[in-house]
T-cell receptor, first 114, second 113 residues
Framework: NAGVMQNPRHLVRRRGQEARLRCSPM?????VYWYRQLPEEGLKFMVY????????ESGMPKERFSAEFPKEGPSILRIQQVVRGDSAAYFC????????????FGEGSRLTVL | KQEVTQIPAALSVPEGENLVLNCSFT??????LQWFRQDPGKGLTSLLL?????REQTSGRLNASLDKSSGRSTLYIAASQPGDSATYLC????????????FGGGTRLMVKP
């Protein structure tokens, strides 16, 4: 039973380009969460999605960032027109239920913006 | 707004020592508290999950306690080993927040052989 799979593990983009990060949750999990870890900072919640729905996006920057979790396929975190401040590790986590409290994290996608 | 603080930020101990990592949170109305381990360049591994109605959880050499009213949790590691070297993160979820966690800044642990 594969864990949470994230790709790419490392991504380099130039300022102004787009970054797409993908996350496949654990088998049977329909709840997906994205967190961001800026250099030398703690993890911060970004967005919570269920299949085809955004449940809570209170941690998402207002512009350039979007997330989706389609009926088929992985969840995608999309960052348009990247800036150097977007350089961070982006972690995806999944859970079986909304309130079990047990999250399983992927290994993260590390974005570097040149 | 919930804030989570972990003390110390870094800790270096010789192998075999018992040690305690501390976590405090400002809003005691939590749903649960989790301790995670993060190795450099890696993801997070869940170590222990304590529901708000529980006082402690144990797994092997790890024991985590929760005092919700005072807003504190401790992670006790017995007989530390070099393989325990990692960053330990504490995270809480608020009522009705499900799995949307607020993380502390972590304690970077180094266990020297």
């Amino acid at each position: 039973n594969a864990g949470v799979m994230q790709n790419p593990r490392h991504l380099v983009r130039r300022r102004g380009q787009e970054a797409r990060l993908r996350c496949s949750p654990m088998k049977g999990h329909s709840h997906v969460y994205w967190y961001r870890q800026l250099p030398e900072e703690g993890l911060k919640f970004m967005v919570y999605l269920q299949k085809e729905n955004i449940i809570d996006e209170s941690g998402m920057p207002k512009e350039r960032f979007s997330a989706e979790f389609p009926k088929e396929g992985p969840s995608i975190l999309r960052i348009q027109q990247v800036v150097r401040g977007d350089s961070a590790a982006y972690f995806c986590a999944s859970s079986l239920d909304r309130d079990t409290g047990e999250l399983f994290f992927g290994e993260g996608s590390r974005l570097t913006v040149l | 707004k919930q804030e989570v603080t972990q003390i110390p930020a870094a800790l270096s101990v010789p192998e075999g020592e018992n040690l305690v990592l501390n976590c405090s949170f400002t809003d005691s109305a939590i749903y649960n508290l989790q301790w995670f381990r993060q190795d450099p360049g890696k993801g997070l591994t869940s170590l222990l999950l304590i529901q708000s109605s529980q006082r402690e959880q144990t797994s092997g050499r790890l024991n985590a306690s929760l005092d919700k009213s005072s807003g504190r949790s401790t992670l006790y590691i017995a007989a530390s080993q070099p393989g325990d070297s990692a960053t330990y993160l504490c995270a809480v979820s608020g009522p009705n927040a499900g799995n949307m966690l607020t993380f502390g800044g972590g304690t970077r642990l180094m266990v020297k052989p």
